[in-house]
């Protein structure tokens, strides 16, 4: 199974802070037809999750512009440009490229 | 309104069955992949079992594989998980998706 690992696993921020998550895949998490199927997601406290970005870097309609996702291969990054006290949750990356599909473990983001 | 609704969930003995069911809305239910994907208490996500829009591709975590059946129907823009021997470690939320939207959850206790 592809095995994905975030950093790190606490984030507390400052708001109106960058910050930015690190999700690495054990293998490539690029598919036969050349895209890279990894996703991030947000779930904030008692609620279910939301997708953000899909296939790496695209961001969800509604999803603010201040989040933004880059990577490629095996390693990628969710980064957000200044942080919102809406901002705080769990965050996780995803991969559907290989069954089983896989999340990270999630990163708590937190306001310091 | 575009959403999905679970229902189905309760408290259930080891050994026993329960079947969830989510009836979407508002969207084009039988070009779309499900999921269902579940989240202890306290704990991330695992995604636990995807189905194709026809209902002739199916796929599950190994964990659940033998024990939990996936299935759709089209006509009633639902899509359903069969559970069946269920185990302690089952004890979860459980998500139905599409990845770009989610049910609220229904929560699964088993328990003697």
């Known amino acids: 199974d592809v095995v994905l690992t975030q950093s790190p696993v606490s984030l507390p921020v400052t708001l109106g802070q960058p910050a930015s998550i690190s999700c690495r895949s054990s293998?490539?998490?690029?598919?036969?037809?050349?895209?890279?199927?990894l996703h991030w997601f947000q779930q904030r406290p008692g609620q279910s999750p939301r997708r953000l970005i899909y296939e790496v870097s695209k961001r969800d309609s509604g999803v603010p512009d201040r989040f933004s996702g880059s990577g490629s291969g095996t390693e990628f990054t969710l980064k957000i440009s200044r942080v919102e006290a809406e901002d705080v949750g769990v965050y996780y990356c995803m991969q559907h490229t290989r069954w089983p599909h896989t999340f990270g473990q999630g990163t708590n983001l937190e306001i310091k | 309104e575009v959403q999905l609704v679970e229902s189905g969930g309760g408290l259930v003995q080891p050994g026993g069955s329960l079947r969830l069911s989510c009836e979407a809305s508002?969207?084009?239910?039988?070009?779309?992949?499900m999921s269902w994907i579940r989240q202890a208490p306290g704990k991330g996500l695992e995604w636990v079992a995807h189905?194709?829009?026809?209902?002739?591709?199916?796929y599950y975590v190994d964990s659940v594989k033998g024990r939990f059946t996936i299935s759709r129907d089209n006509a009633q823009n639902s899509v359903y998980l069969q559970m069946d021997s269920l185990r302690p470690e089952d004890t979860a939320m459980y998500y139905c998706t599409k990845l770009t939207l989610w049910g609220k959850g229904a929560t699964v206790t088993v328990s003697s």
């Open positions: 293998q490539s998490l690029v598919y036969s037809n050349g895209d890279t199927y």
């Open positions: 508002g969207f084009s239910f039988s070009d779309s992949w």
């Open positions: 189905i194709n829009p026809d209902g002739s591709q199916k």
